[in-house]
Nanobody, 125 residues
Framework: QVHIVESGGGLVQPGGSLRLSCVAS????????VSWFRQAPGKRREGVSC????????VYADSVKGRFTISRDNAENAWHLQMDNLKPEDTAVYYC??????????????????WGQGIQVTVSS
């Protein structure tokens, strides 16, 4: 059974930074596309970013372009989301996920097979 553990969330002031991480076990990560989604209170879960394997193509939601950076470390079975210049509207529970069914990654949650437990990110002064 695939197991994914998230870390790195917390409370940060507007303009600050956080780095989220996920580590997966019992898989070979370079067989999967990796992604981040988020769900704010009262809203649907939305895609934030994804990174394809093996070609490394990237997708970012317009709301985070230029501020967030997704990366992966296949040797460590880990992937990360560096979040800079955070805004209050980035407040949400963030989820990482992986999938292997598509040619390249897509920010469509139904494609994703395995998910992290979710981690809270709060941006507030």
């Amino acid at each position: 059974q695939v197991h994914i553990v998230e870390s790195g969330g917390g409370l940060v002031q507007p303009g600050g930074s956080l780095r989220l991480s996920c580590v997966a076990s019992r898989i070979t990560l370079d067989d999967f596309h990796v992604s981040w989604f988020r769900q704010a209170p009262g809203k649907r879960r939305e895609g934030v970013s994804c990174l394809s394997s093996p070609d490394g193509s990237l997708v970012y939601a317009d709301s985070v372009k230029g501020r967030f950076t997704i990366s992966r470390d296949n040797a460590e079975n880990a992937w990360h989301l560096q979040m800079d210049n955070l805004k209050p509207e980035d407040t949400a529970v963030y989820y990482c996920a992986i999938e292997a069914s598509q040619a390249n990654c897509l920010l469509i949650e139904n494609f994703y097979d395995f998910w992290g437990q979710g981690i809270q990110v709060t941006v507030s002064s």
